[in-house]
Structures are given as structure tokens and as C-alpha cells.
């Protein structure tokens, strides 16, 4: 048992490294606490590695892959876009404490980061993988195996983002999750319906969805930098002594 799970450990774990999965993880890591992302891998990666084990062969064969693919993407898409949203030109002060509270994110966060990577597991690689090693090998070690394979990579990427992130402006974060974000949803679906593309080529066309994100809200803020009202909102100047003096009255 000792021998089954240490090789489904290393044959999940470097699978996973440079995976999408990964670096879904790490960006993550980059707009929400740590431990809430670890808790959301840990519970996907034993819920897919659980269905891959238990079911087999015949869940693989009957798994919808393509409507699993755009619900991912829908996903990943969405949250993309939502994190993009916080970093338009014009909003208020009053709009970005509300982005910014820690409670909405922390009860919205667990969900959202389990949902992506459970629909993104389903179908991957990887779990074709651990029903490969599950048909000669006992079910429960490569259980236990693949998902703390899963969750050591996960792992490794949150780290790896956690550091990142302090040396980086909020702003500049939340605009990288964003398109990364839009990366991901535009990688999962061409991977679902054009898996002929190759992995390269794949990559290649992924980047035109941030790409095109990217323009936009690069027109949008070198249009609001010529709108004198929006400048004023993004850098309020303090109020003259005369109208200190006036409202104290």
C-alpha cells in the first residue's frame, strides 16, 4: 500500500506541475487567502480523485467532457471578468471598500475556487490518469495517492503566489488574476473542442481572449484620464483651510 501511494503521489505531483491547474492555483493565491484556497483544493482533489477511483472506466467513458469544459470556462470566465470590474476607471472610494471587504470574499471565495478546479479536474488528464492506476493498483492508496499529489502542487503554487503578492500593487494583481483568469476559460474550452491544436498552438490562441481584455481596459482608462471628473474621484485633493474653517462652523 506504502509502494502504490508514494507512486501515485509522484506520478500525480509532476503531472500537475506547470498544469493549468497550477497556475489556477497560484492565482488564486494572489487575490484570496492561502488557506482558504488550500481548503478549496484539498476538498476538489479529493472529490474528483474519489469519482476517478470509485467509478473507473465506465465514468470515463460516459463523462461529458465538453459540457464540463464550458461550465469551467464559464466559471473561470466569470470570475475573470469580476476581477477586472474592480479595476475600471470612475469608481468611488465608497465602491472599492465594498470590493474589498474580507467577508464576502471569505464565504464567496471556498466555493468558487472548489467549483473551478473540481469542473476543471473533471475530464483532465490527470484523472484519466488515477483510473489508469486505480485498474492495478488498490483503489484507496491511489485515493489518498492523487489527491495529496494534487493538493502538494496546489500547494507549491499558493506559495508561490502568497510571495509574489506582497511585492505587487494590489491594482497590478487584480488586473494580472483578471487576464489570467480569461486565459484559463479560453484554454479549458479549446482544449474540450480542438484538442488537435496541439498544446502550443492551444496556448497561442488562449492569450487573444486577455489579449483582447487587456485593450479594452487599457482604452477605457486612457479614456477616463481625459475626463477631468473620473481623475478628481481616483485622487480627491483636500479641502482648503477656508472650507474646513466653513463646515466646522
Known sequence: MITTLLLTFGVL??????????LMALTFALRYRWWIVLAGITVASFAVNLIAVGVGHFLGAALPTEVIALFAAATLIGVGLWTLRETLPGRTAADDTEADAPQPKSRSAFLMVLSAFLLAELGDRTMFATMALATKHGWFAVWIGASAGMVAA???????????????????????????????????????????????LIAVLSAAAPALAGAVLLLLRRRAARRPEIVAQANPEPLPDIAVRERTV
Open 13 to 22: 505531483f509532476l503531472a500537475e506541475l506547470g498544469d493549468k491547474s497550477q
Open 154 to 200: 496546489g500547494g507549491l503554487a499558493i506559495l508561490v503566489g502568497v510571495t509574489v503578492g506582497k511585492h505587487i500593487p494590489e491594482r497590478l494583481i487584480a488586473v494580472c488574476s483578471g487576464l489570467l483568469f480569461l486565459y484559463f476559460g479560453a484554454m479549458t474550452v479549446l482544449d474540450a473542442f480542438a484538442p488537435d491544436l496541439g498544446t502550443l
